[in-house]
Nanobody, 124 residues
Framework: QVQLVESGGGLVQAGGSLRLSCAASGRTFSRPTMGWFRQAPGMERESVSLIWWSDGSTSYAASVKGRFTISRDNAKNTVYLQMNSLKPEDTAIYYC?????????????????WGQGTQVTVSS
């Protein structure tokens, strides 16, 4: 059974930083794609940042580019999201997601597995 265990959310003031972690377990993954989505109240779930294990390429939402950095630890099947210069509009539940293979879309429908979500709240 695949499990994605997230950690690192919390409450921070605007301009602050947080680091999210997501560890995948339960099976051996072949060139997965992992990353982070977020969902604010009343909004659709959106892609924040993804990383492709196959070649290390990454994607970022325009709203977070230059502030957030995604990275991975292959040996630990873990992905990280360093979030700097946080803004109140970054407030949302952040979900870790994994596709066991090369993702061809950044939409949530393209991902097989999901974490339980971690709350990130940025106060002004």
């Amino acid at each position: 059974q695949v499990q994605l265990v997230e950690s690192g959310g919390g409450l921070v003031q605007a301009g602050g930083s947080l680091r999210l972690s997501c560890a995948a377990s339960g099976r051996t993954f072949s060139r997965p794609t992992m990353g982070w989505f977020r969902q604010a109240p009343g909004m659709e779930r959106e892609s924040v940042s993804l990383i492709w294990w196959s070649d290390g390429s990454t994607s970022y939402a325009a709203s977070v580019k230059g502030r957030f950095t995604i990275s991975r630890d292959n040996a630990k099947n873990t992905v990280y999201l360093q979030m700097n210069s946080l803004k109140p509009e970054d407030t949302a539940i952040y979900y870790c997601a994994l596709k066991d293979g090369v993702a061809t879309t950044t939409y949530p429908s393209g991902f097989n597995y999901w974490g339980q979500g971690t709350q990130v709240t940025v106060s002004s």
